[in-house]
Structures are given as structure tokens and as C-alpha cells.
């Protein structure tokens, strides 16, 4: 499974972007999804995962109510909404893909297929 992460970008704080991940083939069925940001000096973290048997969404708690996770099943494609975005959100968004079960969604090592990606910067 090869992951495409893009949609990143400089944006001023308050605005919005749009992440895109794109897989290249249609496992989606068999794999829990998630998106993780490492900021500068700072450890990798999960921001939001996609249950995609049933769609099931959960965020960490700095994101909930300003970043939605959803999917485009034709086209294998998932997808980070943020908005309200904040300096603090600056990092890497990666997208990730594993079999992780519900005791393991939460930890980076569940996840075994990684996107390259992508930078979002917020200015305050």
C-alpha cells in the first residue's frame, strides 16, 4: 500500500485547509487510517483516526471540534478538514494506514504504511 499525502500550505491563524491522502489501492476495508503531525522538535502525534469498517472517526483532544476526518471510498482517497487553525497546529501531516484494533489505534506502531507528508505552517 503506497500513501500520497498533500494539501498542505501556509495559512494564516483562524483559516482553513484541506488535507488529501490518497492510497494506492482499495484495502481501505482492512485497514484502521490515521492522520499524525510532528511539529519542530517535537514527537510525532496522532491527530485523528478513521475506523474505516463502520467509518468510526476519533481526534485527540487539542483538534476535536475544529478537524474532520472522513473518506472518499471511489477513491480511495481520506481526507483532514481543519479549520479555526491555530500557530500551534504548524507541523508535518502524515497519513498513516495499519490493522490496528481499538487497544492499539492510538500508538504509532500499529500503523505500518506511511504517506510522505505534507507541511501545513499557521501564522499567527
Known amino acids: 500500500v503506497q500513501l500520497q499525502a498533500c494539501g498542505g500550505g501556509l495559512v494564516q491563524a483562524g483559516g482553513s485547509l484541506r488535507l488529501s491522502c490518497a492510497a494506492s489501492?482499495?484495502?481501505?476495508?482492512?485497514?484502521?487510517m490515521a492522520w499524525f503531525r510532528q511539529a519542530p522538535g517535537k514527537e510525532r502525534e496522532i491527530v485523528a483516526i478513521l475506523r474505516w469498517s463502520g467509518g468510526r472517526t476519533y481526534y485527540t483532544e487539542s483538534v476535536k471540534g475544529r478537524f474532520t476526518v472522513s473518506r472518499d471510498n471511489a477513491k480511495n482517497t481520506m481526507y483532514l478538514e481543519m479549520i479555526r487553525l491555530k500557530p500551534e497546529d504548524t507541523a508535518v501531516y502524515y497519513c498513516?494506514?495499519?490493522?490496528?484494533?481499538?487497544?492499539?489505534?492510538?500508538?504509532?506502531?500499529?500503523?505500518?504504511?506511511w504517506g510522505q507528508g505534507t507541511q501545513v505552517t499557521v501564522s499567527s
Open positions: 489501492e482499495r484495502t481501505f476495508s482492512s485497514y484502521t
Open positions: 498513516a494506514a495499519g490493522r490496528a484494533i481499538q487497544s492499539t489505534m492510538w500508538s504509532e506502531q500499529a500503523y505500518n504504511y
